[in-house]
């Protein structure tokens, strides 16, 4: 088989046989294999120079139109996520009403927590807010103010720059055992409880007992006294500032209610004198926003025997479905012989407590004094609410309408 070199034309001969050694390659014309080697190098050189490096041959300089496609594609999706991302933080950022209203709603009450958790005192007589005094971080006293009027719910901290934390002035639902009551709104007031002060007679003998006008009471509030009884006959209070109002009774057991305004001459305490050994449980309630002119609406008695473990024998609380407004008072006034119902509470659905007294405890006279109230008529219910008793007793019941001030 026969070879030829670039370089020359010199023949070579080569023989596969295994048993002849390969021949060296002769060179013609006088050239010397150093020199074939140098012409070798400098023809590489030259090829170097005039086409550069050699490259692989799967790289290529440019793209294909499908990878240019693609790639445009892939940078489309990129923007568009960026712009939703864009999206969804500025919503973050800038939340809609629904979600704003909420957010500063959440703010409040968590600012209102927190102001009431360190209180030492409060005082709700304003019909406009509410006034709280705590300690600040350096332990001195700090006076704070809330009140939802014209400008909305502010906040003001010991006299300084007041804090609008809402334009708009609250509206407040009040919840009661599940149950909604009506709504409250700051431009229209009605009748509500503010205070009260209790007192009871130990069981020893005595004619009188004394009891205290509550300390939030102030001019203009509706002043009611509430009296249970045994064996007292009929309670009087002295001073005689007091006008009766109205009356019921059972055997072994008489209720009383007297009124009055509170002015700037009231006493400060009343005694309630009533034959001797009786036996008395009394409660002043402090109403402000009662109507001046006359604040009584509707009122109506009843009275019977409850039988233990027998719930229709139990009281009940009375009201007119004809007269009784959303704004309404609604005064439940219950007396008992003995002490029939639980301490912890009297038992009635929809209805809060305030009174829930003995007086005489553990004697033969013992009695009780209870009374609850809502705002409003009662909501429709399964089963009509009664006052809990755990004994046999003999009770009787008022209910007054409480009317508020006129728009």
């Not at 799967?58 to 923007?79: C, K, N, P, Q, V």
């Not at 009661?176 to 229209?188: E, F, I, K, L």
């Not at 509550?214 to 045994?230: E, T």
């Not at 609380?317 to 009784?324: F, K």
């Amino acid at each position: 088989m026969r070879f030829r070199t670039p370089m020359s034309s010199v023949p070579v001969s080569y023989q596969s046989s295994q048993s002849q050694a390969m021949p060296r390659i002769k060179p013609t014309s006088g050239m010397t294999e150093r020199r074939i080697l140098r012409a070798i190098a400098r023809t590489v050189a030259r090829l170097w120079s005039v086409s550069g490096p050699s490259r692989p041959d799967h790289e290529r300089g440019g793209y294909t139109l499908i990878e240019m496609i693609a790639a445009m594609a892939a940078a489309s999706l990129l923007m568009l996520g960026l712009a939703a991302s864009v999206v969804i933080s500025t919503s973050l950022v800038e939340p809609n009403d629904e979600d704003g209203h909420r957010i500063r709603d959440r703010v409040i009450v968590d600012r209102l927590q927190h102001d009431l958790r360190y209180a030492t005192n409060i005082d709700s007589t304003s019909g406009y807010g509410i006034s709280i005094e705590r300690s600040d971080l350096a332990n001195q006293p700090q006076s704070l103010q809330y009140d939802a009027y014209i400008d909305g719910l502010m906040r003001n901290v010991s006299g300084g720059t007041s804090i609008q934390l809402d334009p708009l002035a609250p509206t407040v639902s009040h919840y009661v055992d599940g149950h909604t009551a009506p709504t409250s709104n700051p431009d229209v007031w009605r009748p509500r409880i503010r205070d009260v002060s209790t007192a009871v007679t130990s069981g020893s003998s005595t004619s009188s007992l004394t009891i205290q006008i509550p300390d939030a009471a102030r001019p203009g509030d509706l002043l009611l006294l509430v009296v249970s009884s045994r064996n007292a006959f009929f309670v009087n209070p002295s001073p005689g500032d007091w006008q009766y109002l109205d009356f019921a009774f059972n055997t072994g057991i008489l209720l009383e209610v007297h009124g009055q305004w509170m002015n700037t001459s009231t006493p400060d305490n009343y005694l309630l004198n009533f034959f001797w050994d009786g036996d008395v449980v009394a409660a002043v309630l402090v109403i402000e926003h009662a109507n001046g002119s006359w604040p009584f609406g509707w009122s109506g008695s009843s009275f019977g025997t409850s039988i233990n473990g027998n719930t229709s024998t139990y009281p009940r609380p009375l009201e007119n479905t004809d007269t009784i407004g959303e704004r309404t008072l609604n005064l439940q006034l219950i007396a008992s012989t003995g002490a029939p119902s639980p301490q912890t509470s009297l038992g009635i659905a929809s209805f809060s407590e305030c009174v829930n007294e003995v007086g005489s405890p553990g004697t033969s006279g013992e009695c009780t004094l209870g009374i609850a109230f809502r705002t409003g008529p009662m909501p429709p219910l399964m089963t009509s609410p009664r006052v809990l008793h755990q004994q046999s007793a003999n009770w009787t019941t008022i209910a007054i309408e409480v009317e508020g001030e006129s728009e």
